[in-house]
């Protein structure tokens, strides 16, 4: 095998697995914060649905358009005033039980199940490219089951985009009912879209690796 051909490969598997990485521990806060909720939600029995405790991850975007800066803060080396423009907040408000929209119940529960999915994902992804990587020290990077691997993770990707935007978009709709912040509009979390980019080289680099395995076995037989 060549040689340059194998460190390119092993090159991209490990920038696969560190972004996946990396967006699993940006993302374990959030996932652990809710699911803690979650649990005190059912064990209180205080509330029909999760999104009635009020605890909303919000995107913002300024009223009067961006850099606008309509915020207020202080300074805290020289208590000055500085104009602050904010993106993302995390807001608890409180019991919102009866300002709800119909069918919150059953996005919540959703949502729930549609993280337990994109957990379960970004688990499994680590774990195929891995066995890619492995696969490639090894000298059989033109094994057949490295095509089925290489697709796995391209689907996988675009699965968890798809479940995250999802998700994203219930909140979006649920935190657009109760909450208000002065200045500032909600926005839609579109997610990470570079997941979508790099699902769709996974699945063209496994299509390239077909058919380089397909020439491959052409010319043996030729040979």
Known sequence: MDRRLKIITIAISVIYLVIICGY??????DFVYGFKMGLNAVETGKTPSL???GTFFLSLKPENGLRTFPTMMHNQFDRKPMKTEIETMVVEVGDVSERLPAGTLAADIFSI???????FILAYIPVQTFRIVRSITKDKIFDPTNIRKMRNIGYALL???TANFTVNFLHYRIAKSVVSVEGYGLRMDWGNVTLVLLGLVALMFAEVLKVSVQLKEEQDLTV
């Open 51 to 53: 999104s009635a405790t």
């Open 24 to 29: 699993i521990h940006r993302e374990m806060a």
């Open 113 to 119: 199940l549609l993280s337990f999915l994109a957990m």
């Open 159 to 161: 699965a968890f985009y």
